[in-house]
């Protein structure tokens, strides 16, 4: 079997032809979304993240800020900087990019944010509302790799979901998606010691774990679905998932690409939830 692709790129620019729509409707009713994204040091993965959100925005006419501060701000002033844009009218999202240095606590940065502009929906309160279904921003990469998988109308309900990766960001919350789309979910981690036994009982193998080539063909099932979260630089400087794509191909159904994979849904995500806090303001 050969995989076919899951374009996250593809998927990505219908959803933001529909958000273009959505932000146009907006405008009529006097309301331009506001996003403001804030970033500390001179991180150039971070800055070149920073620049590509600012320009997704542009393209569906959300109107954004990007704040710019010195690795050596302190926490203090981060955290009223953040205070300031809550009770700002013009803006809707909030993102401070991570990592963060580490004198800054990243806890008391995403506990600062307003949870109704908590876009990236990182907050305690929007994990919360998640976990127990209430209307939430839902964190973006997985609600990106469940906006791909249904998409291309691949069945979820009833399947074994096996997400590589527990972290706050990627691996917990997709775990609760796809608890909430009614899948069986099982969760590995760097201390899982069967890992290839339990990655082979997956239909939908979701790898979040940083580490390239961690999982091959040899790991997956046939016919299962393959979405490589991962983004690492390979010895030869190029960008690669964490699936050795060549023999995961040959087993999968449907596969992810990297790059043009999940990373351009995680922004799609973020101007949808950018778009839903807007939304509020006209009610
Ligand atoms: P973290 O480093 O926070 O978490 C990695 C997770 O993988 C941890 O739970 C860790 O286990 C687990 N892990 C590490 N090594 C292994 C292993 N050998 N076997 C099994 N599990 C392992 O990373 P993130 O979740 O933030 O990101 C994961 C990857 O996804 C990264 O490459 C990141 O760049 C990428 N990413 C891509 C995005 C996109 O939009 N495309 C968005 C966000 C992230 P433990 O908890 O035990 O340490």
Request: hydrophobic share 40%; proline share 4%; aromatic share 4%.
């Given at each position: 079997m050969t995989a076919e692709l899951i374009s996250g790129k593809e998927v990505a620019q219908a959803k933001r032809q529909d958000l273009k729509q959505q932000a146009a409707a907006l405008k009529e009713k006097g309301i331009v979304p506001g996003l403001v994204v804030l970033l500390v040091g001179e991180n150039p993965a971070?800055?070149?993240?920073?620049?590509?959100?600012?320009?997704?925005?542009?393209e569906v006419g959300i109107y954004s800020e990007?704040?710019?501060?010195?690795?050596?701000?302190?926490?203090?002033?981060?955290?009223?900087?953040?205070?300031?844009?809550?009770?700002?009218?013009?803006?809707?999202?909030?993102?401070?990019?991570?990592?963060?240095?580490?004198?800054?606590?990243?806890?008391?940065?995403?506990?600062?944010?307003?949870?109704e502009k908590d876009v990236d929906g990182f907050h305690p309160i929007n994990?919360?509302?998640?976990?127990?279904?209430?209307?939430?921003?839902?964190?973006?990469?997985?609600?990106?790799?469940?906006?791909?998988?249904?998409?291309?109308?691949?069945?979820?309900?009833?399947?074994?979901?096996?997400?590589?990766?527990?972290?706050?960001?990627?691996?917990?919350?997709?775990?609760?998606?796809?608890?909430?789309?009614?899948?069986?979910?099982?969760?590995?981690?760097?201390?899982?010691?069967?890992?290839?036994?339990?990655?082979?009982?997956?239909?939908?193998?979701?790898?979040?774990?940083?580490?390239?080539?961690?999982?091959?063909?040899?790991?997956?099932?046939e016919g299962a679905v393959v979405i490589d979260v991962g983004m690492n630089r390979s010895a030869k400087g190029k960008l690669v998932g964490d699936v050795h794509f060549e023999s995961a191909k040959e087993k999968a159904s449907y596969i992810t690409p990297i790059p043009g994979g999940v990373g351009p849904m995680t922004i799609t995500m973020l101007l949808a939830n950018t778009l839903q806090s807007a939304k509020k303001r006209s009610l």
């Open positions: 971070s800055l070149s993240y920073v620049k590509g959100k600012v320009k997704a925005c542009e990007l704040k710019r501060y010195p690795e050596t701000i302190t926490e203090e002033a981060l955290l009223k900087e953040i205070e300031h844009y809550n009770k700002a009218d013009h803006i809707d999202g909030i993102l401070v990019q991570l990592p963060l240095p580490d004198h800054i606590s990243e806890h008391k940065v995403i506990d600062t944010i307003s949870p994990v919360g509302r998640m976990v127990t279904g209430q209307d939430a921003f839902l964190s973006c990469t997985p609600y990106g790799i469940v906006e791909m998988i249904k998409y291309k109308n691949i069945p979820i309900s009833g399947k074994h979901v096996v997400i590589v990766g527990r972290s706050n960001i990627v691996g917990k919350p997709a775990s609760l998606l796809f608890l909430r789309e009614n899948a069986t979910v099982s969760i590995a981690h760097s201390r899982t010691t069967n890992l290839s036994e339990i990655t082979r009982q997956a239909d939908i193998l979701v790898v979040a774990a940083g580490r390239e080539n961690l999982v091959s063909g040899d790991d997956i099932k």
